[in-house]
């Protein structure tokens, strides 16, 4: 193949090594998709059919990305294009089952929960079992339900475990479980969890049909294969056969997903799962600069759990990284909007990246950027899918393929407005839960000749208006049948008559998914396929890549490149997160999260804090330290940036309030720490000081603020308050598992953490 003479050598060994199992570690921006595409061409060149090759990946837009790029090389090489199997997990899952569903005695049509279906699921349940206050919030519900599903638990041994605990809340999580599957089985419908581990049944429980998969796909390659979780894991140890040509892409240290289930050592295991794998190391760094790499490897290299990787930058060697170091968040924010404002004056067109650890840490970097007239976009937003107006239309068409979908129905019964109100969904839902039938076959039952006397019509008109559209829907193409949805249902007239900007951007949105069903079925979708699709979609395959200014969480910027990043709130509790303190994998994780971080930047990479901060339930500013990740960075690499609070003689150009200031010997204190890459944050003494300690006074903040302490009950915490002075000095602490305490220093026995 002529095209492989475009790859170095690392990406050509990957590309042309494809018989047996295959690792590739990939380090950040080192071209791993290029890989990855060119290896999929090379195989249908050398003979081997597309449909005998399967590629996974996480999100959609990975996918089609890597569908376009392998389509692309076969028409340069003047070749048919063969079409491989390239798709997320959940898709390929659906995909199988769609073909293996009887076996499970599942309908071949059956429903896919998205998140918004398994909400309502939830809610639903609760109102079935009366249940006013569970104690817990439905987000929190579900995450116990998945992971209960995950290991293999029913909702009668989530019971049994709970009970042992003396676990009221698991116990009502247990009756929610067991509820919420029952909707989803008269429903016909299976959530996401659901796709992968029904999946994994179908090859476990049947050797025919594993070995009819296995046959089918020869090879096997796996995209970011740090991210797998054990259910993942499984599937493809099901589907590969015994030639074991497995190839999987993936770097961990970039296993940011601990904390959904992806398990780190399902990469680092693979040469002791698949003896005799060939390991290709991809190292040539096409994106960032060579400071950059350096700062990077010089915060993940503290982890012990990884395989190591020495990245080489393709450009120039790059400024040093900038650190800024603010007062508070405000003055974090505005340093921020201003260094943005002047790249782009020097170049209007480069892209920005504002990454923080956590959602809430946004509002002030929003605030600034809007004070100076300035556009961005969040990520985080709600995808097309996911609008309302499009879920309306979608769970009409559900209703119309399985009318037993309790979730669909409840959604559109009196959407547009047909005088079925809560007194009468309330009457079908105890008809439904009395029969233990579907909300459907309760109208049904209400609407006998029999039943008690009453206004039915506007039951009846839904019941006769989905029963039409039951009839269409097997005679009409996807994009016709929904254009019958909108119209028979009054949708786009009830639109049309409210007549505002924003109700007719939604008539806009439903039109644009008219088009979106037509370009499908010219593809070759089905109706199912559509819908399959609708709820496969992610955040993370809506990113606007022309947006110029972009604020995310550093866990969605996983993928992506800017030209310059702003990685900030680096302060002790927050990133790393303080959950994290006690737990040496959730503290590694956090380090990986910042090694991503750092290298989305291509051009320039700025590090910022604030000394200050306010926290939730506090009035006050509380003191920070700086981040451990800012002192593993190499001192030669990173400058104080102008106007920073650690830049020495310059601390004269804030007016803090009195109470909360640093004295400039606190300040070199500070800097000098943040210099060493030798000293940790928590090398502290080992017992606490006390001549050395400066009284509290209006003009000086006690350094004791921020310091980490260990308690022999509540663990590791946080000063966040000094009162008085010794012997009688008391210290408020926040503790991550037990909230904040306040404990007199003579009695507690604390230690330096």
Same mark, same amino acid.
């Given at each position: 193949?002529?095209?492989?003479?475009?790859?170095?050598?690392?990406?050509?060994?990957?590309?042309?090594?494809?018989?047996?199992?295959?690792?590739?570690?990939?380090?950040?921006?080192?071209?791993?998709?290029?890989?990855?595409?060119?290896?999929?061409?090379?195989?249908?060149?050398?003979?081997?059919?597309?449909?005998?090759?399967?590629?996974?990946?996480?999100?959609?837009?990975?996918?089609?990305?890597?569908?376009?790029?392998?389509?692309?090389?076969?028409?340069?090489?003047?070749?048919?294009?063969?079409?491989?199997?390239?798709?997320?997990?959940?898709?390929?899952?659906?995909?199988?089952?769609?073909?293996?569903?009887?076996?499970?005695?599942?309908?071949?049509?059956?429903?896919?929960?998205?998140?918004?279906?398994?909400?309502?699921?939830?809610?639903?349940?609760?109102?079935?079992?009366?249940?006013?206050?569970?104690?817990?919030?439905?987000?929190?519900?579900?995450?116990?339900?998945?992971?209960?599903?995950?290991?293999?638990?029913?909702?009668?041994?989530?019971?049994?475990?709970?009970?042992?605990?003396?676990?009221?809340?698991?116990?009502?999580?247990?009756?929610?479980?067991?509820?919420?599957?029952?909707?989803?089985?008269?429903?016909?419908?299976?959530?996401?969890?659901?796709?992968?581990?029904?999946?994994?049944?179908?090859?476990?429980?049947?050797?025919?049909?594993?070995?009819?998969?296995?046959?089918?796909?020869?090879?096997?390659?796996?995209?970011?294969?740090?991210?797998?979780?054990?259910?993942?894991?499984?599937?493809?140890?099901?589907?590969?056969?015994?030639?074991?040509?497995?190839?999987?892409?993936?770097?961990?240290?970039?296993?940011?997903?601990?904390?959904?289930?992806?398990?780190?050592?399902?990469?680092?295991?693979?040469?002791?799962?698949?003896?005799?794998?060939?390991?290709?190391?991809?190292?040539?760094?096409?994106?960032?600069?060579?400071?950059?790499?350096?700062?990077?490897?010089?915060?993940?290299?503290?982890?012990?759990?990884?395989?190591?990787?020495?990245?080489?930058?393709?450009?120039?060697?790059?400024?040093?990284?900038?650190?800024?170091?603010?007062?508070?968040?405000?003055?974090?924010?505005?340093?921020?909007?201003?260094?943005?404002?002047?790249?782009?004056?020097?170049?209007?067109?480069?892209?920005?990246?504002?990454?923080? %650890?956590?959602?809430?840490?946004?509002?002030?970097?929003?605030?600034?950027?809007?004070?100076?007239?300035? %556009?961005?976009?969040?990520?985080?937003?709600?995808?097309?899918?996911?609008?309302?107006?499009?879920?309306?239309?979608?769970?009409?068409?559900?209703?119309?393929?399985?009318?037993?979908?309790?979730?669909?129905?409840?959604?559109?019964?009196?959407?547009?407005?047909?005088?079925?109100?809560?007194?009468?969904?309330?009457?079908?839902?105890?008809?439904?839960?009395?029969?233990?039938?579907?909300?459907?076959?309760?109208?049904?039952?209400?609407?006998?000749?029999?039943?008690?006397? %009453?206004?039915?019509?506007?039951?009846?008109?839904?019941?006769?208006?989905?029963?039409?559209?039951?009839?269409?829907?097997?005679?009409?193409?996807?994009?016709?049948?929904?254009?019958?949805?909108?119209?028979?249902?009054?949708?786009?007239?009830?639109?049309?008559?409210?007549?505002?900007?924003?109700?007719?951007?939604?008539?806009?949105?439903?039109?644009?998914?008219?088009?979106?069903?037509?370009?499908?079925?010219?593809?070759?979708?089905?109706?199912?396929?559509?819908?399959?699709?609708?709820?496969?979609?992610?955040?993370?395959?809506?990113?606007?890549?022309?947006?110029?200014?972009?604020?995310?969480?550093?866990?969605?910027?996983?993928?992506?490149?800017?030209?310059?990043?702003?990685?900030?709130?680096?302060?002790?509790?927050?990133?790393?997160?303080?959950?994290?303190?006690?737990?040496?994998?959730?503290?590694?994780?956090?380090?990986?999260?910042?090694?991503?971080?750092?290298?989305?930047?291509?051009?320039?990479?700025?590090?910022? %804090?604030?000394?200050?901060?306010?926290?939730?339930?506090?009035?006050?500013?509380?003191?920070?330290?700086?981040?451990?990740?800012?002192?593993?960075?190499?001192?030669?690499?990173?400058?104080?940036?102008?106007?920073?609070?650690?830049?020495?003689?310059?601390?004269?150009?804030?007016?803090?309030?009195?109470?909360?200031?640093?004295?400039?010997?606190?300040?070199?204190?500070?800097?000098?720490?943040?210099?060493?890459?030798?000293?940790?944050?928590?090398?502290?003494?080992?017992?606490?000081?006390?001549?050395?300690?400066?009284?509290?006074?209006?003009?000086?903040?006690?350094?004791?603020?921020?310091?980490?302490?260990?308690?022999?009950?509540?663990?590791?915490?946080?000063?966040?308050?000094?009162?008085?002075?010794?012997?009688?000095?008391?210290?408020?602490?926040?503790?991550?598992?037990?909230?904040?305490?306040?404990?007199?220093?003579?009695?507690?026995?604390?230690?330096?953490?």
């Amino acid at each position: 193949m002529i095209l492989l003479d475009e790859l170095n050598s690392g990406q050509h060994e990957a590309a042309t090594t494809i018989e047996g199992p295959v690792l590739i570690l990939a380090g950040a921006g080192t071209g791993k998709t290029r890989a990855i595409t060119y290896r999929i061409a090379h195989l249908i060149e050398k003979g081997v059919p597309g449909h005998a090759i399967l590629a996974v990946t996480f999100t959609n837009k990975a996918a089609a990305q890597m569908k376009e790029r392998v389509r692309d090389l076969l028409v340069r090489q003047g070749k048919a294009y063969d079409d491989p199997w390239i798709g997320t997990f959940h898709a390929f899952s659906a995909w199988m089952l769609r073909r293996e569903a009887k076996r499970l005695g599942l309908p071949r049509d059956f429903k896919i929960f998205d998140a918004d279906d398994q909400v309502a699921a939830v809610k639903l349940a609760l109102e079935h079992l009366n249940i006013k206050d569970p104690g817990e919030k439905i987000r929190g519900l579900l995450e116990r339900i998945s992971f209960a599903k995950n290991h293999a638990q029913t909702p009668a041994q989530v019971a049994t475990d709970a009970a042992k605990r003396s676990d009221p809340l698991g116990i009502t999580a247990s009756k929610v479980y067991g509820e919420y599957e029952n909707i989803l089985r008269k429903a016909g419908a299976l959530d996401f969890d659901d796709l992968l581990l029904r999946a994994v049944q179908v090859l476990r429980e049947f050797p025919e049909a594993r070995a009819n998969w296995q046959t089918r796909f020869r090879y096997i390659h796996v995209d970011e294969y740090q991210d797998t979780n054990r259910v993942q894991y499984d599937l493809l140890r099901l589907l590969v056969n015994e030639s074991r040509n497995l190839c999987v892409v993936g770097d961990e240290d970039q296993s940011i997903y601990r904390w959904r289930g992806a398990d780190i050592g399902n990469i680092l295991r693979f040469e002791e799962d698949y003896p005799g794998a060939r390991v290709v190391r991809l190292e040539e760094n096409y994106r960032s600069t060579q400071k950059i790499l350096d700062a990077a490897a010089g915060v993940v290299s503290n982890n012990r759990r990884r395989l190591g990787k020495n990245l080489k930058a393709t450009r120039s060697p790059g400024n040093n990284l900038a650190f800024f170091e603010g007062r508070d968040s405000k003055a974090e924010a505005e340093y921020v909007a201003d260094a943005i404002r002047i790249l782009h004056g020097d170049d209007p067109a480069v892209h920005i990246a504002v990454l923080y %650890r956590t959602n809430a840490q946004s509002r002030s970097f929003e605030e600034a950027l809007r004070a100076r007239g300035m %556009r961005y976009r969040m990520l985080g937003g709600f995808s097309f899918y996911q609008r309302a107006e499009v879920k309306d239309a979608l769970a009409y068409a559900r209703l119309a393929i399985f009318p037993d979908d309790d979730i669909a129905l409840l959604r559109v019964i009196n959407t547009p407005p047909r005088g079925i109100g809560k007194t009468s969904i309330d009457s079908i839902s105890a008809v439904a839960r009395e029969q233990d039938i579907s909300l459907w076959a309760a109208i049904g039952k209400m609407l006998e000749p029999s039943a008690p006397g %009453r206004s039915l019509a506007p039951l009846r008109d839904f019941r006769t208006l989905i029963e039409g559209l039951q009839q269409e829907v097997s005679t009409s193409s996807p994009a016709e049948f929904l254009q019958s949805i909108l119209a028979r249902s009054g949708y786009l007239d009830m639109l049309a008559q409210r007549d505002s900007v924003e109700d007719t951007a939604r008539a806009d949105n439903l039109r644009e998914l008219v088009n979106a069903m037509a370009e499908g079925a010219e593809r070759g979708e089905t109706l199912t396929d559509f819908l399959d699709h609708a709820a496969l979609v992610s955040d993370a395959d809506n990113f606007d890549e022309d947006a110029l200014i972009t604020l995310m969480t550093l866990h969605s910027a996983k993928g992506l490149e800017f030209d310059h990043v702003f990685l900030t709130g680096m302060e002790e509790g927050i990133f790393p997160h303080s959950r994290s303190q006690n737990d040496n994998e959730e503290l590694e994780e956090e380090r990986r999260l910042c090694y991503v971080g750092m290298t989305r930047a291509k051009q320039t990479l700025t590090v910022t %804090r604030a000394v200050y901060r306010r926290m939730y339930g506090s009035e006050r500013l509380t003191g920070s330290m700086p981040s451990r990740f800012l002192q593993e960075i190499p001192a030669e690499l990173i400058d104080t940036a102008a106007g920073s609070l650690a830049e020495a003689g310059e601390t004269r150009r804030y007016e803090p309030d009195p109470e909360y200031s640093y004295s400039e010997e606190e300040f070199s204190r500070r800097v000098k720490r943040i210099a060493s890459p030798s000293r940790a944050v928590n090398d502290a003494p080992s017992r606490p000081r006390s001549s050395a300690t400066p009284r509290l006074g209006k003009q000086n903040a006690n350094p004791l603020i921020g310091q980490r302490v260990r308690h022999a009950t509540y663990g590791t915490g946080t000063i966040v308050a000094v009162e008085g002075e010794e012997p009688e000095r008391k210290f408020t602490i926040r503790f991550s598992d037990h909230g904040t305490k306040k404990l007199m220093e003579l009695y507690a026995n604390l230690t330096w953490a």
